[in-house]
């Protein structure tokens, strides 16, 4: 086994595997790409991303059980038992092997807001001859405001023989489109804000014909997506805009990632993609320390009483310097400080009074050259698998083994977004992760265009947000390496749009037995998609920097010059009219 070749999340998997078996993989489950078997007889298997160059040839790899998915590219995505990672990382032409992640799921006013109605008189524009690709959790192919016009669903979570992108799921086509169905209601309403065709709740492009994506949420999967959407549009020979309203924070926060990586390569012109910046902007999942000369620093966090599960930490810094990292209970046992182990497996395992923790802390990430370690905290008993983590103040111990003073950032991952940093470790900021990171990526903040609203029982609800400002829970930029996101706001709140018929929503939040209201980045990230795509129909040919360009110039943030950057705003509020004139 080649451990450095495993990031340090999959490895902290594949050690808990091979020290306690299949029963260890189950915390893991809820953000790796971990499938159990449905039986003792079939291993376990995982989905990953492989580094490796790109026209190396993986074929061989079968005999291992090593599905890979696609057959070039520098970043691949692929399916294997656990057992194999061994076989894998012997190969010579593979660099790296990272897990995929689960990711989360982040026009009535809101229009007016962006001076969008004045924009289609003046430009007609209504995004026909557009495809727009939603990769999401589904859509109600039978809601009528998508009549006609979604093309195709490749729906991963059910049985087939898959694309030609990954074989698994099931294309559906025709009548075959309501196999399909949106029980969570997200995709259906991000679709509708970019799409639908309704006399009141019209999208932004109501003439654009829909490709969907029902994802399983692992972000190797909605990799495998956007290669399908911009595959089937480039066969009808149209242009698309792909709508990413999901993310996570496993990630370095730099665009280095893999789904990030991919989505670099597969943009270009005629092919967009738009990305949520994320919701975290009222959680401090977020720490950062400056560690400088010799004397330890602590990183505080807590984790409520109730937490169950695994916590994660997830720390990134330079290449300058090198820590060594060690965690204090809050009892106040203590693991040894564990410097970067280059020379064997960089995974260590500490057994305290009051919990079990293991550090990964490898030598430089291959891909951005900088030091990424995970530290993994379990609950002690019986069954460790399924006892709560310690409630109460945890710290994280840093000190610089040797180099120059470095800048640590370090993100929270848990099953429970309650556990979160505290004291002076609090930093309101860097919280744009994947794939929002991504440097081609459009990645839209929220903007509060409503408050109040009468629900399908006629009672009147409002909401605890600013009108006409940035929503608070908007994530905050830059990103961990200083580069500017997000990169424009749109209307996030509170946005009426499409509801799907098999989703069981809260009526408070229903304005009829068509529409329903929600917030969030990732609603207006397909407000943007949707304006995107009326760019797209009057010029095919647009690539990312283009419309990059294009919106940020035609933004701005209240009582700041044009082109300020801030970030929680970006370059600011889009102004939809002024783009009429490009």
Known sequence: MRHEKLSPGLLLAYEDYQREGQEALIPHKKSLGIVAPKTTLKP?????????????????????????????????????????????????????????????????????????????????????????GVVDSGIDP????????ILRIWDQTLPGEGVSEGGYGAELTEALLSVSQDTDGHGTHVAGIAAASDSSYNGVAPEAELVIVKTDLQDAHIADGVRYIFRVAREMGCPAVVNLSLGGHADAHDGSDSLSKIIDAETGPGRIVCCAAGNEGNDNIHGQTQVTGNRMHTMRFNVPSDQAGIVWLNGWYSKGGQLEVSVRSPKGFVTPFQAIVTDGNPSKAYTLSDARVEIVTPGPDPVNGEYNFFVQIRGVGNDRFIQPVQGGIWQLRVRKASGSDVRLDVWTLSDSPSVFFTGKSVSDAVKIGSPGAASSAITVASYTTKVKYTDID???????????NISEFSSEGPLRNGAQKPDVAAPGAMIISALSSNANLNRSMMVNSKFVAMAGTSMATPFVTGLVALLLQKNPNLDPAKVKEMLCKNCSIPGKAAGTFDSKWGFGLIDTLKLAEE
């Open 44 to 132: 376990t298997r995982s989905v990953v991303f492989i580094y490796c160059d790109e026209q190396a040839d993986l074929s061989h790899l079968l005999q291992y059980g090593i599905e890979v998915n696609q057959n070039t590219g520098t970043v691949r995505t692929a399916y294997l038992p656990l057992e194999s990672l061994d076989a894998l990382s012997e190969e010579d032409t593979v660099q790296r092997i990272k897990p995929s992640r689960k990711l989360h799921l982040r026009m009535d006013v809101a229009s007016e807001r962006v001076n969008l109605p004045e924009f289609k008189k003046a430009t007609e524009l209504t995004g026909k001859g557009v495809i727009i």
């Open 142 to 149: 039978k809601h009528p405001a998508f009549a006609g016009r």
């Open 458 to 468: 006629n009672n009147k609800q409002e909401i605890g947000l600013e009108l006409d």
